[in-house]
Every structure is written in structure tokens, then in C-alpha cells.
């Protein structure tokens, strides 16, 4: 929420992943909101990558601790196998337009698949989205003299 509004996902214990340029430096706070387990508290910015755009949290001693996810890896077979992901996220074009003529971002949900056939250019997975932006949503992101991808 404070410095900068985005999203986040708890990691397991009180340590949450996030986005760097979300943040402040390491061993500054900043706030955070979980509505359902623990509503608005301040963080410690523990740790930030120098090479990307990711940065961990630790919420305070008096927040429970929760079971750690399990990461996995793909397959490394490209035989036309697909999986399922979901994401959250504050994309560019997801916007709601309030009463004052001004625009808020707003988090999305969105579930896709991965198919490992694909392959991006830098040989990144694809990742094809099922929930994609209007053509009004996509016309306001060009209208931005910088235009850059849409899923920022």
C-alpha cells in the first residue's frame, strides 16, 4: 500500500515477495494490506535484488506465521504439454475511471496457460492469458506518450 500501491504474495512464515520498485531500500518499512488474515501493518524491507524488479518482506513478530508454498519445476520436455497459472497483478490498462473524471488502478486476477512448446525470442515461457484487455482499455494505454507494454 505505502510507498506505492501494487501486490505482493506471502511466501510462507511472515516473509512476503513483491516487486522492488514497489519499495523503499532495505531496512526501511512500509505498509501492507491483507484484508482477510491481517488487515494494514508495517513491513521491513529485508532484502532487494540488484538485477531485477524483486524484493521480500517481513511482516511483524505478532503476525502468524503460515505454511511456506511449494515451488516446482516444469518439465523440461517440450512435447506439447500445458499447465495452468494464475497471476495478480496491477496491469496499465486495468483502470476504473472515478466520479472526478480521474482513473485508479485496480489489481486483477487472471488465469491462463503455459504451453511449453512456446518459447519466447530470450526463451522465456509464454504465458497466455485468458482475461486480456479491451480495445478501449488498449486505445487509453497507446494515448501515453511512452507507451510500453500493457502488462506492466
Not at 21 to 43: I, P, Q, W, Y
Not at 121 to 146: D, W, Y
Amino acid at each position: 500500500m505505502q510507498p506505492k500501491y501494487g501486490s505482493a504474495y506471502r511466501l510462507g512464515g511472515r516473509l512476503v515477495l513483491t516487486a522492488a520498485h514497489l519499495v523503499a531500500s532495505v531496512g526501511t518499512n512500509c505498509r501492507v494490506r491483507a484484508k482477510d488474515a491481517f488487515g494494514e501493518v508495517d513491513a521491513k524491507v529485508v532484502w532487494k535484488a540488484q538485477q531485477a524488479d524483486i524484493a521480500l518482506l517481513e511482516l511483524p513478530d505478532d503476525i502468524n506465521n503460515v505454511q511456506a508454498v511449494v515451488f516446482g519445476r516444469l518439465p523440461g520436455t517440450r512435447k506439447g504439454e500445458k499447465f495452468k497459472f494464475d497471476m495478480f497483478g496491477y496491469p496499465d490498462w486495468a483502470f476504473t475511471k472515478l466520479k472526478e473524471a480521474k482513473y485508479r488502478p485496480e489489481g486483477r486476477h487472471i488465469e491462463g496457460e503455459i504451453f511449453l512448446a512456446d518459447e519466447s525470442g530470450g526463451g522465456l515461457l509464454v504465458l497466455e492469458p485468458k482475461r486480456l484487455p479491451s480495445e478501449l482499455q488498449i486505445a487509453r494505454h497507446l494515448e501515453n506518450p511512452e507507451p510500453t507494454s500493457p502488462w506492466n
